[in-house]
């Protein structure tokens, strides 16, 4: 799946554009970033409703594409600005994160986490 194809998927917004054809083979669905840190394995899209510089930096850290704010969340500018920066792609969909992971869990892609 790329990262297109969950704008569509998700029907979302995007925010700030990275590798819109980039391939994404799994995701994350957490608030708590110390979760990513923990037990994501590869490289996948982090879906959150935390809307602050701390997702930016943990998708870096863990070599992510794409962040997914959730609940319809809208980052202020310094965290755009800071995706930006980073060519991480950021998109705001209305839907909850629960059915937002489904969504792209029914449309291909895996979970990203390891227990």
Request: glycine share 6%; proline share 3%.
């Amino acid at each position: 799946m790329t990262v297109n194809d969950m704008v569509s998927i998700l029907d979302a917004e995007i925010i700030t554009a990275g590798d819109l054809n980039a391939e994404v083979k799994t995701a994350c669905g957490s608030d708590m970033m110390s979760d990513v840190l923990a037990f994501v394995k590869d490289q996948s899209v982090l879906l959150t409703g935390l809307n602050n510089p701390q997702a930016i930096r943990t998708a870096e850290m863990m070599d992510m594409r794409c962040v997914v704010f959730v609940r319809g969340k809208q980052p202020a500018p310094d965290v755009v600005e800071l995706a930006r920066q980073k060519e991480i792609t950021l998109l705001k969909t209305q839907h909850r994160m629960f059915t937002a992971c489904g969504l792209l869990y029914t449309n291909g892609l895996s979970g990203g986490c390891k227990s």
